[in-house]
């Protein structure tokens, strides 16, 4: 997955934004003025936080050279992906799905609510399966 793969699929996200707080060279992509990722590019290669349950940040970590601690971020909480090419797309898009739904799960129960009546909680908290994944 390149930069413009990952941003058309963080766009796809209901209710998703794109966002500048820290200028230009870093895209913010927030649902409800809550942050779920970021985008950029470092040395030529697009990279991307993305928030993560802890045992599973750790996990990701251990399997993935291109996983690493959160750039700038809660290192418990959020991953650094190097877009490099050496994890999965549909792995990458899975780790999209988990940081949109735990900031989801995470907003005001009336922001929340507003979502899952609008698109459906099956649409809301869908999960890409990861190849990974046993059938």
């Known amino acids: 997955m390149d930069y413009n793969g990952a941003k058309t699929y963080l766009l796809s996200k ?24 970021t985008l950029g ?23 993935f050279q291109a996983v690493i601690p959160g750039y700038h971020m809660n290192k418990k909480h959020w991953n650094t992906v190097i877009l490099d090419s050496s994890i999965p797309p549909n792995e990458i ?27 459906g909680v099956d649409e809301l908290y869908k999960q890409t399966a990861s190849l990974l994944q046993p059938d």
């Open 14 to 37: 209901p209710e998703a934004f794109e966002d500048f707080p820290f200028g230009p060279d870093v895209a913010v992509y927030k649902v409800k003025s809550k942050m779920f990722a």
């Open 41 to 63: 590019v470092e040395k030529g290669i697009a990279q991307m936080n993305l928030k993560c349950d802890p045992q599973e940040a750790f996990a990701l970590r251990d399997m």
């Open 93 to 119: 898009l899975r780790m999209i799905d988990c940081s949109y739904c735990l900031v989801v799960k995470g907003l005001k129960k009336v922001e929340r609510q507003h979502l899952e009546l609008q698109y």
